[in-house]
Structures are given as structure tokens and as C-alpha cells.
């Protein structure tokens, strides 16, 4: 639409009259002049246009949205054949800031009532003397909760399984980093649950650093030989599981990672006339690695010596000395589930296991009988959450079938992007104010300025993001975005890496400010964009103990 890619089909081998029998159904937030449906031959190299069809897609859409039958493929004038489609576009309506429906649709896990959830700021957290307390509902003071204390709690009460996937997990880590608390690391614990009978699985990206050192410090290759020799089981896990050899291949798993931090394990119960046992979950984004512990404060300097000292100094910014500092800070959320949440996050690291294990390995068999798999925490202070994700079938054998026929599919792989999904159903659903923290923030990029520019940041978050300022401004109703991002992401701010994020971060802004712009211009109003769209940025300041 436009240029911009919103849809692809599987791939049809070796047929000359091909049928896909596939069903999209995607978000669009395009200017949708022109809408064009191309049919290429797969090959080696580059693919073959075999001939296009192109469709005033405004007049569609005044038409009543709805085409039904063949239509005519062309190439350079010529006939290449009939193409059977249907199309139908669903308007967005306003209808939508009123339907309260919290329920992301069509996703693959579904939204689950009554389970628990604890909410972490940064690995370790205690009040802040600086702000006002806090009161819960019940009118009792909110203690912020310690985020890695409850991981040490949790992972040592364990006693079926602990299952582990992270971007990076560090053997050498120490949990909890108070006075008379234990000081084994996270290996330590892990290997001591092991040979008490815990089964112990860990998923880590393979960062591809056997023929090259280590770019990014996950250590995978350290963690992997640190357990080879207990019973612990460890993959390291590659995007890409092609053998091909190609630069294509290299240039995936160099690029490419395994994000997800979850720790899934079995709980002691919560009832004492109920024996089973209750399966949680931690999801989030702190890794159990190096440089990730730290408190609202994020010291500098004053922690160098005890609490970051080697082999937890990390800066990743600037070369420094460790006993020097400064320290690269750390700010992140993470979140502890209970209920049956937790039960789909286990499904997850299952589906994924199922992939990277050849079958020698095989995850613990959950009675029904010794487990809690019905709902426990009705009530007041019960959430409902549903559990989203963005993965592929490359990395993800999914088991619920009929879940997975609603999925997208590009080039013979099944794509969940529910993430993606319910920014989307959330913003459009927002009728006050939306508040965004992320470490980077590009995207929409088919509406970005400039011919020059790649048009591959297809995500929708912007311009939705926009259009909802837009429609309240011309329905005279103030909304306002808050967009909190460091003032560039982790990296040496110099290197072409982080300068290129930094250039389609400014693409993006560029674009959300001259729209906002425009719709203030045409409702002749005596406002500014930045009182609708706000992006603020960290800055940690802590003085040196030279004074400086």
C-alpha cells in the first residue's frame, strides 16, 4: 500500500497454476493512494516479477471497501494471467474509544482472569525518601518490591523445575547484594538445584562468537561451558537454522536476537488443604546478566567497590576503568505472574524448546493431579492479562493448531506479532493520555520524509500514536503522548550503529511533529505540537569523588 509492504503469502514450489487459500488480516494506517498486489517466481538470488495488479485503493474504499473475484495481471503491458482475491476493509470508528474491552483479538494466547501480578522498577527497588508514600487500595503503605530478591526467592524454593530463556544469563551474577545475605551466584544456585533432582533448562542467544569475539558481552559461550559438565541443560539458541552458509545467514544470527527474559518454576501451594504445587512466571526485561543490578538511585561511583565491582562493573558507553567509573546505569521493569499466565509463558519456552532440542532432552511432564491449573485469586486484587509475543515458526514449534491457522504467514513461516497487535488495539483505545518508555522509538516509516530512505521500519506505533492526537484535536478534546527515551540507546554514542538509530529516530519525530503541525495549522488553534507530543529523555548525574 503505497510502497509499503503490509502483507506476503507463503510460498507456492513448483506449480504453474498456484493456490494459496490464505486469510491477512492486518492494520493499516497508510495514505493509501494506490494499492498493489504483485506475484513473483522464487528464486535463487533475486525473484522474478511475474506481473502486478494495482487498485485505486481511495476509490475502493468509497466504494464500500468490499471486492470479491479476478483481476488482471500486467507486466510491462503485457497479460500475465488471472488472479482470484478478496478484499475487505473494516473502518476504525470512534466507536472504539468506548469499547472498553482490555482483550487484544485474535491472538494466540487468550486473555486470562483472575491471576496475580507483582510489578518491578529496575533489579532492586526500597521507597523513595523523596516522594510522597504511597497507599495500596486497602489504604495500607505500598512497599516497592526488589525485583532480583524475589527471582533468589522464588528460584530457590523450586523443587520439579526451573526454566530459564534471556538474552544473556551470567554464571557469575550474585542475586541479592545485602549484608548477610547469600553470596553464591546464579550458577552456583542453579547447578545445587540441578543435583537436587530440579530439572534446569536455559535458553540463551547464540550470539555467533565462535569465529569472532564476543560483539556484545552475553557471555553465551561462558555459560554454556560453565554447565557442561553438571546437569544443567543449556542451548544456545541461533535466529536462523539454516546450514546454507550463506552472508545471509551469517548476517541473521550476527543481527538478529532471541530477546525474550522469562524464568518460569514450580511454586510451594498457597493453601494449606491444597497440596499441589502452582506454576509462576517472571517476564520482563532485566536479564540475569551483568550491569542489570541497580536501584532507582543508579549510583555512578558510590557503588564500585561493593555492589558493581568486577565482575559486575558494565559499561558499554564510553572505555573506562572499572574502580574508576563511571558505571553505565540501568533502568528496566519486570513483572511476576501468577495464575494461568504463568501456564502460557511455560507453553512458550516449551514451543521453543521443541525447536532447538533434538529430543534428548526432555522438559518435565506436568501432572494435572499435582499441579494448580484452575484459577486461585478471585477477588478485588485479581488481574486479568493475556500474554503477547513476537515470534516465528523458526523459533517456535506452535502446538495449539487451530490457534496457530489465525497467525500470519511469510515465506512458508508462521509470524506472531501480537505485540505489535496490542500497542495498536491499546492506543486506539486511548481517550486521555499515553505514556511510552522504551529504549529506542522508530518506525512508520512508509510515511517518513524522503525518497532515500528505507522504507523497512514498518511498524504502525507512531502514526497511530498521531492519529489519535489528530482526532482530538479536531473533536476538541486535549490528549496528550509522553515519550520517555534515553538520549541515545546502550552503545558508544559515536559508532555508526547508534548514529544511524539516532537519524531514523529523528525520521520518525520529524514525521509525528509535521502531521500534529498541520492539523493545529487547519483548525487555526494557538497551540504548539509539543503540547500534544512530548519525548523526554534520561539524564544521570552523580558527583565524582574529586568534586567533578
Avoid at 175 to 202: H, N, S, Y
Avoid at 351 to 366: A, H, I, K, P
Wanted: proline share 4%; aromatic share 10%; charged share 25%.
Amino acid at each position: 500500500l503505497d510502497g509499503a509492504k503490509i502483507a506476503k503469502t507463503s510460498i507456492v514450489k513448483d506449480c504453474t497454476n498456484p493456490v494459496w487459500n490464505q486469510k491477512f488480516c492486518t492494520f493499516i494506517n497508510h495514505i493509501g493512494e494506490k494499492l498493489t498486489i504483485e506475484v513473483v517466481d522464487d528464486d535463487i538470488g533475486k525473484n522474478d516479477c511475474i506481473g502486478t495488479y494495482e487498485m485505486d485503493f481511495r476509490e475502493f474504499v468509497d466504494n464500500g471497501g468490499e471486492f470479491d473475484g479476478p483481476v488482471q495481471l500486467m507486466l510491462e503491458g503485457e497479460d500475465r494471467g488471472m488472479l482470484e482475491i478478496a478484499l475487505t476493509y473494516v473502518p476504525y470508528c470512534n466507536e472504539t474509544k468506548t469499547d472498553c474491552d482490555r482483550k487484544v483479538p485474535g491472538c494466540y494466547f487468550p486473555m486470562r482472569e483472575n491471576c496475580r501480578v507483582t510489578l518491578y522498577q529496575d533489579a532492586e527497588h526500597s521507597a523513595q525518601p523523596e516522594h510522597e508514600p504511597i497507599f495500596t487500595a486497602q489504604g495500607e503503605s505500598y512497599v516497592p518490591p526488589g525485583a532480583w530478591k524475589q527471582v533468589y526467592e522464588v528460584i530457590t524454593n523450586a523443587t520439579k523445575f526451573i526454566y530459564i530463556t534471556g538474552w544473556a544469563v551470567f554464571t557469575e551474577v550474585v542475586l541479592v547484594r545485602e549484608e548477610d545475605a547469600d553470596t553464591r551466584t546464579l550458577g552456583e544456585i542453579l547447578k545445587e538445584k540441578a543435583e537436587e533432582g530440579c530439572a534446569v533448562f536455559i535458553m540463551i542467544w547464540d550470539e555467533y562468537d565462535d569465529m569472532i569475539p564476543s560483539l556484545v558481552g552475553t557471555h553465551d559461550t561462558d555459560t554454556a561451558e560453565y554447565f557442561e559438565d553438571s546437569r544443567v541443560c543449556v542451548k544456545r539458541c541461533a535466529r536462523g537454522h539454516t546450514d546454507s552458509g550463506t552472508s545471509g545467514d551469517t548476517l541473521t544470527r550476527l543481527i538478529y536476537s532471541h530477546h525474550q527474559k522469562s524464568i518460569i518454576c514450580d511454586s510451594p501451594p498457597i493453601n494449606e488443604d491444597d497440596e499441589r504445587l502452582r506454576v509462576v512466571a517472571f517476564v520482563g526485561g532485566l536479564d540475569l546478566t551483568d550491569g542489570r543490578y541497580d536501584t532507582p538511585q543508579h549510583p555512578l561511583f558510590s557503588t564500585l567497590l561493593d555492589k558493581h565491582a568486577a565482575p559486575d562493573f558494565y559499561q558499554n558507553c564510553v572505555v573506562v576503568r572499572g574502580e574508576a567509573g563511571p558505571r553505565q546505569p540501568w533502568h528496566d521493569i519486570h513483572s511476576f505472574l501468577e495464575g494461568k499466565v504463568a501456564q502460557d509463558i511455560r507453553r512458550n519456552f516449551e514451543e521453543r524448546w521443541t525447536v532447538e532440542d533434538d529430543g534428548s532432552n526432555e522438559l518435565l511432564y506436568l501432572d494435572e493431579s499435582e499441579y494448580v491449573m484452575e484459577d486461585l485469586y478471585e477477588g478485588e486484587d485479581s488481574w486479568n492479562v493475556q500474554f503477547l509475543r513476537s515470534i516465528t515458526s523458526q523459533s517456535c514449534q506452535f502446538s495449539y493448531l487451530e490457534r496457530a491457522r489465525k497467525l500470519k504467514t511469510e515465506r512458508s513461516e508462521k509470524i506472531e506479532d501480537t505485540i505489535h497487535s496490542g500497542y495498536i488495539h491499546h492506543i486506539r483505545r486511548s481517550q486521555n493520555y499515553i505514556f511510552i518508555e522504551n529504549q529506542y522509538f522508530l518506525g512508520s516509516a512508509h510515511v517518513w520524509e524522503g525518497d532515500h530512505i528505507p522504507k523497512k521500519a514498518t511498524n504502525l506505533i507512531a502514526i497511530e500514536l498521531v492519529r489519535n492526537i489528530i482526532e482530538a484535536i479536531k473533536n476538541g478534546v486535549h490528549h496528550s503522548v509522553y515519550c520517555i527515551i534515553p538520549m541515545y540507546p546502550e552503545g558508544p554514542p559515536h559508532s555508526m550503529a547508534v548514529q544511524e538509530i539516532l537519524y531514523w529516530q529523528t525520521a520518525t519525530m520529524s514525521m509525528m511533529y509535521k502531521y500534529i503541525a498541520q492539523t493545529i495549522e487547519e483548525q487555526e488553534l494557538d497551540t504548539h505540537p509539543t503540547d500534544y507530543l512530548s519525548f523526554l529523555l534520561y539524564r544521570c548525574s552523580k558527583r565524582h569523588r574529586d568534586g567533578s
